[in-house]
């Protein structure tokens, strides 16, 4: 969102105005039982998941399905059927096999003497390829406005891969974080409570896939998807989370299985029907001879609990007490992100990759890898009280205090486990990987990072995305539009580890990968606030091979 669409929007907002033409998603007659689209995802060199829903009010529903090599369907092949019912929320997944290896292919259902619209696909190449577009996404909450990126996206010519890193929904009640906006723009979540239950999930789930930007970008590519924490609640770890009491909302336990359950079913991605294989969601895409791409998982089966900075803000209170804290407590060596199971697996994926001599070796990963402790605000010449909603500052963990005391921005992102990060690029090195390209969301902001270990020797690049609608944190903490700039451009300038950073804007990354380098290009909604998929490039960067490792041109 332009900072000029935010304040029409707070205007709004405080004149409780509403906006025409946006009723919300589920009002629409789409393609009557396939009001929820169609779409592809976890490619494999002759197989796609196929997967669409049935609005139905039959006991089951007998779905078939085509793959064509034209749009008209007088070249299938591949057909089959599948049935569902209540048990899978009327979500249908077809796996075709044997597929024409790096095929692009189109696909449809029927049912009920009905077909839905149709949908495009590939299957992943072997041998030599010249190149891979992917769009890299975060962050999609329904509350804060249009989902405009999905249909930048659905229409980008160069995109080939979708990789959304996590948070495709959120978990709040319609009276939680975006409940002004989203009365504003008849957007409200549904259900209206917070999600906890089977039944709520799945009813989140289906409001997110029927909005039409969300539609049309799942018919145009195969999608790899991840989650981060608020596919569930906000904030989890293996024993709970920070939106989670228990007692109050029911165990833990219970509340993940049935989020992850809701999960498989309306995501494109294959389903081992088995509660404990579906928390390891991690993935590795072989993209012909041109780049490998993985995708691990960091919140359910590995991931210690985040330090919660209430905890220590009274005890923080000199230069000595900071060290400690940074060396006992964050720098604990004992505390974990991703588990040794998925460890082992991802070096092998890697050490495999650079034994083919694979130019390209990408992460996806849900949260931001780079070290960025908050620089020192006030001694970076800034004037909070002119740049800030009035509040007592200093007086809680926020960013004035992170700052003053050089902390991590948050404890939930790897910057709150550095030991684990230092076992992660040490598995990288062991690998024989120096050249990992990180492609991130969750933070709600664009970044240009570089990754170096605890010794100062780079390892490889970072690519973060904005969030498709969620606005920037600086602006949601009550920093003003010319603030968050300056705390941008501190970050930036500060930081060894960032390059550049923009928390201004919502988006997605185009990122182009050749055999003799790699585009990134930060692409920029012009609005929120209406249907409008213009977009704008606010920066394009180059990345080239720089020694063993990477750099930006």
Known sequence: MTPIDRRMLLALVGAGAATAGCASVGDAPFFGPFRHGVASGDPGTDSVVLWTRITTTAPRARVAWQVSLDTDFTEVVASGTVLTDASRDFTVHALPSRLPIGGLFYYRFTTEGQTSPVGRTRTLPEGRVERLGIALMSCSNFAFGHFNAYEAIAADPEIDLLLHTGDYLYEYGANEWGGEISRVLGRMHMPAHETLTLADYRLRHAQYRGDPGAMAMSA???????????????????????????????RWTE?????VRAFHEWMPIRDPRDDARRLKLWRSYQWGDLATLATFETRHT??????DYADWFARIDSPDARDRFMAEVIGDPSRRMIEAEQEGWLEDVLRRSVEADTPWRVLGS?????RMLVPDLIGGGMDPGAHRTPQALGTSPDL??????????????????PAARERFYALWERAGARDVLVLTGDTHSFWMNTLANARGRRVGLEIGTAGITSPGDFIETGWSEDGARIIDQLFAHSLPEVEW??????????????????????VAVETLLVRDPRTRVLRSTRIVRDGDTLAYA
Do not use: C, I, K
């Not at 509340?255 to 989020?259: K, L, P």
């Not at 849900?366 to 780079?370: G, K, M």
């Not at 991590?408 to 486990?417: N, Q, S, V």
């Open 302 to 307: 590995g991931r210690d609990q985040q330090v």
């Open 220 to 250: 145009a590519h195969p999608l790899v998807v991840m989650w981060d924490d608020h596919e569930v609640t906000n904030n989890p770890w293996t024993g709970g989370a920070q939106n989670h009491t228990a007692g109050q909302e029911g």
């Open 400 to 417: 004035v205090w992170t700052g003053r005391w050089s902390l991590p921005w948050y404890t939930d992102t790897w910057d709150g486990y």
């Open 366 to 370: 849900a949260s931001p890898l780079a």
């Open 255 to 259: 509340r993940r299985r049935d989020a």
């Open 501 to 522: 950073t923009d928390s201004l804007h919502q988006g997605y990354v185009r990122v182009v990968l050749e055999r003799d380098g790699g585009r990134a290009d930060f």
